[in-house]
């Protein structure tokens, strides 16, 4: 993306929060699985929300003014998004796996404390794509909360040429949301990284079904299918 300094940061997000509304209020969004968020924020009071990276664009919208706190990274991209996921009413803070790392998970740390439910894009900043990290499983142990994941794919839409591809829905058309069977945190620090495989094999199997339910959408033609409409928009009001 062009260079961009960060007193240029607001008037980009701005712009970008506008497009994200834009695009993604027009959407035939369906929902599989919204219950068990309903019911997993009831028992936990807060999850860690976690999806891959390429989906950061739709969920972030999907996600809007209803008590979640998402980490970005410090580079331009990130800030650029911080910025747009501001005017969506998210919390944010920055920090990624190099640079401001522990600080910002710190922050996100806090703010889950303080109830907020924490979004993490486990593959990024920068890769490798659909490889999850350990921080969300980390962050998630620390706060003894499950991790919920979600999975998105769309009728028709447009991919980046950026390490994720990164996707960007076309308006008017069905998508679906999948909330995956909540993902629970290791006691101890040394299961983190069977928990995040157990993550990453949830969100790829969840990946596949969004998939399969957007086919099945298409092929009824009518939009009516058992993915429903409920999603963490009712579960968090």
Known sequence: MESTTPSTYPVAGKTLSVLIRSLFSAMDLRWWGGQRAIDALNQHGNLVITFWHEWVLPLSFTLRKNGFAAIT???HDGARLGAALKK???????????RGGILGFQKLEALAREGLSPVISVDGPK???????QGAAALARRLQIPMMPLAFAAEHSLRFNTWDRMILPAPWGKAVVVVAEPVMPAIERDGDEEATLRLQQSL?????LAQEELDQLWKQGTGTSPVGQSGLTSATQ
């Open 73 to 75: 990274s410090q580079h």
């Open 88 to 98: 969506l009413d998210v919390e944010v803070v920055h920090g990624s796996s190099s």
């Open 127 to 133: 890769g490798p794509p659909r490889k999850a990290k």
């Open 204 to 208: 790829n199997d969840a990946t596949q």
